[in-house]
C-alpha cells in the first residue's frame, strides 16, 4: 500500500485487522470485508463446509531455495516450525507417535501439513492429541512441559528458540511444493462474482506488489518489525517469498496429499474456489 501499487490500480484499500481467522471468515459471510487472508489448507477446508469463498491472489509462500535446504538450514526461510517441550523426549519427527500437539485452529493447515510430513516419515499420527490453543498459551504450556509439542510462527518461535526449545520439524518448507502460496487473499463469492473488474486490479497489484516485495526484503522484513513492535532486526528475519500467483497444479497437489492421508475424504476440483487469473 504505502508503495502505491494499490493506488495504481484504482484501488482503494484499508487493512482491518481481527484476532483470529474465524472472525475473518465470519466478517466475509457477512459482507463486512470483501478480502481477507486465508491459509491455503484453510480454504480447501472451507470449500468442503460450503463456505462461500473463493482465492483471488497469492500471499505469502515458501521460498524455492528452501526446497533443498536441510532441516537446520530450512530455518533460514520460515518462521513456522513445529517445536518441542523438555520433557517430552522428542528429539525428532520420529519421536512424535502418540505425542499432544497444539495448534491454532484444527482442521487447518497447522495440522494438515504436521499429519502429512508424519506420515510421509512412516510416523503413526492415529494417537495423536491435537489441542486447539494460540500461540502465546501453547508457548507457555511448552515452557511448563504441559505438551508434548506445538506449531509456533514468529515472534512465538523465537521466544522458543530464546528458551532452549528444539525445533523438529518445519511443515510448510516439507509440505507445499517448492515455491507455491501457502497463503491467499480470499474473498466472499457472491463479491467476487459481482465485482470482476475489481478483483482483476487486485491480482495485478498482488502480482506487482509480491515482486516487489522480493526485490526488496530487507525493506519488507523492517516493515512487518515495526508493525509487529519486534525488537529484531532484519537479519534476524527469515528470508521469505511472495508468489506471483496461486498455481491450480500446486494447489491440487495439496488437495491430493491430504486426501491421500485421510484428512480430507475425496477430492474437489480446485477451479471452483480459484478465480480466474488476471491476464
Partial sequence: IEQGIFEDEGLDVEVVELPDLP????????????LAFVPTISALT???????????????????????????????YTSVG????????????DDMAGASIAVP????????????????????TDGIE??????????????????????????FSLQADEAGLKRVMNPSVEFFPKGSATTSWAGNSDWVKKNPEAVKRFQAAMAKANEWANDNIDEVKQHAIERAGLK?????????????????????????KLVAIGFFPKKIDVDTILATPAE
Fill in 23 to 34: 472472525a475473518a471468515t465470519a466478517a466475509l459471510q457477512a459482507g463486512k470485508l470483501e
Fill in 46 to 76: 472451507m470449500a468442503r463446509q460450503n463456505v462461500p469463498i473463493t482465492m483471488i491472489a497469492a500471499a505469502d509462500g515458501i521460498n524455492p531455495a528452501a526446497a533443498d535446504a536441510s532441516l537446520d538450514e530450512q530455518r533460514n
Fill in 82 to 93: 513445529v517445536y518441542a517441550s523438555k520433557g517430552s523426549g522428542i528429539e525428532s519427527i
Fill in 105 to 124: 485452529e484444527l482442521k487447518g493447515q497447522p495440522d494438515g501439513t504436521i499429519t502429512s510430513v508424519l506420515h510421509e516419515a512412516g510416523v503413526e
Fill in 130 to 155: 491435537w489441542l486447539k490453543l494460540g500461540f502465546q498459551p501453547a508457548l507457555d504450556a511448552l515452557k511448563a512441559d504441559q505438551i508434548d509439542a506445538a506449531f509456533l510462527v514468529s515472534p
Fill in 232 to 256: 529484531l532486526t532484519p537479519a534476524d528475519m527469515p528470508q521469505s517469498y511472495w508468489p506471483a500467483a496461486i498455481d491450480p497444479d500446486q494447489l491440487t497437489e495439496v488437495d491430493d
